[in-house]
């Protein structure tokens, strides 16, 4: 093999590259060479991801805090949500970039090269990776570059961007409750899109506050700003503290299909179409969509991952959530509420992770306005 030819190429070492190439290192692949391409050395805490699982999980090892319940507010009730089966996790991304490239340095078959990525194309029957650190081939290429032909294809159809502002801020008072994270607070101002809040309480002192919006259009800096600072106000009392970190960023929600592959390059995370259209969660499914992919190499399979019936479904769901989100035939707040007033926390969460069964996919379906869910159901449909 060639010093620039591998068996498998990661183009971008995200959630989903890593998430790829921790699976990628293990014994079954041991005889495989994998090369991992990434424009950044990944030593910045420059994203938090929060998910809920079932029992241990694969990086319980790298998480920083986990809880067993959560609290909600809605516009006219608060509810505190008992997570059993599930812990609610948060996972800071310096920590998970710390342990994945850890275990990855440590593996005799994968490479991590920081370059910049031009372009990927064929090389004969080889993708071809091209960067600038040189051309690389290899049979699979997998990519979670995600590109503005992308983007400008997804906001053909439905398109809410998931954009927000975190804060994790430090107070001289006591004023968090380190067992009581809030899974959602829709008490700000639904001025534009739907706007919640999230607080994870790292201690009495420290909380990481996160402002997030759906809408067609991101804000302003100053306006995330502006909107955290008067929460804080309202709700803890709170106006002087210090900043100790700031993440910033923005996730697309569609009813676009993004491709599943294009040749030999198949592609992965948001990229792949695993950020979830209604809520713009993709970390659980990044890691099915990872498992699914190995289990194929492991069967002497394409890693091209057929999209299933069961994904079919659930894409179904979450565009006609979207549809009415975008038509703004109901407020999120107002439509969130409902669904958490009328259905178990379980069932919920069973849902929003793609995980629950008919019967309680017909029961969260009674639990909404009928008339517009069934014209948003069947418009989606056909």
């Given at each position: 093999m060639s010093d620039n030819h591998y068996d498998y190429i990661i183009a971008g070492a995200g959630a989903a590259g890593l998430s790829l190439a921790l699976r990628l290192a293990s014994k079954p692949f041991a005889n495989k060479q994998v090369l991992l391409l990434d424009r950044s050395a990944k030593r910045e805490n420059d994203r938090t991801w929060c998910f809920w699982e079932k029992g241990t999980g694969m990086y319980d090892e790298a998480v920083y805090r986990s809880w067993e319940n959560v609290k909600f507010h809605g516009p006219n009730s608060s509810l505190d949500l008992r997570m059993a089966p599930y812990r609610y996790k948060m996972l800071r991304g310096l920590d998970f970039y710390d342990y994945a490239l850890d275990k990855l340095q440590a593996s005799a078959n994968v490479v991590v090269k920081k370059a910049e990525i031009y372009d990927i194309g064929l090389s004969g029957e080889d993708a071809e990776v091209n960067t600038s650190e040189g051309s690389f081939t290899a049979p699979w290429v997998f990519s979670s570059l995600l590109g503005n032909e992308e983007i400008h294809d997804a906001k053909k159809r439905l398109f809410l961007w998931q954009h927000f502002l975190g804060w994790h801020i430090r107070s001289e008072e006591p004023l968090f409750d380190p067992n009581q994270p809030v899974f959602m607070d829709f008490r700000v101002p639904q001025t534009d899109g739907s706007c919640f809040v999230y607080v994870l309480p790292l201690s009495r002192f420290e909380a990481l506050v996160e402002y997030t919006v759906f809408s067609p259009e991101v804000w302003e800096k100053e306006v995330y700003e502006q909107a955290t600072r008067e929460y804080l106000r309202m709700f803890y009392k709170l106006t002087d503290f210090d900043i100790l970190h700031v993440e910033q960023g923005r996730i697309p929600m569609s009813s676009y299909k993004f491709p599943v592959n294009e040749g030999r390059v198949v592609f992965i995370g948001t990229a792949g179409g695993q950020t979830k259209a209604s809520t713009?969660?993709?970390?659980?499914n990044?890691?099915?969509?990872?498992?699914?992919?190995?289990?194929?190499?492991?069967?002497?399979?394409?890693?091209?991952?057929?999209r299933s019936a069961w994904q079919r479904r659930f894409s179904l769901y979450d565009n006609t959530l979207l549809h009415v989100l975008v038509h703004q035939q109901m407020r999120g707040a107002d439509l969130f509420e409902t669904l958490f007033l009328k259905n178990p926390a379980a069932r919920m969460f069973d849902f929003l992770d793609d995980q629950s069964h008919f019967l309680q996919e017909l029961a969260i379906m009674n639990s909404v306005p009928r008339r517009k869910f069934a014209k948003a159901f069947f418009k989606e449909l056909l």
């Open positions: 713009g969660y993709t970390f659980m990044i890691q099915r969509h990872s498992d699914a992919i190995v289990e194929r190499l492991m069967d002497g399979q394409s890693p091209i991952v057929p």
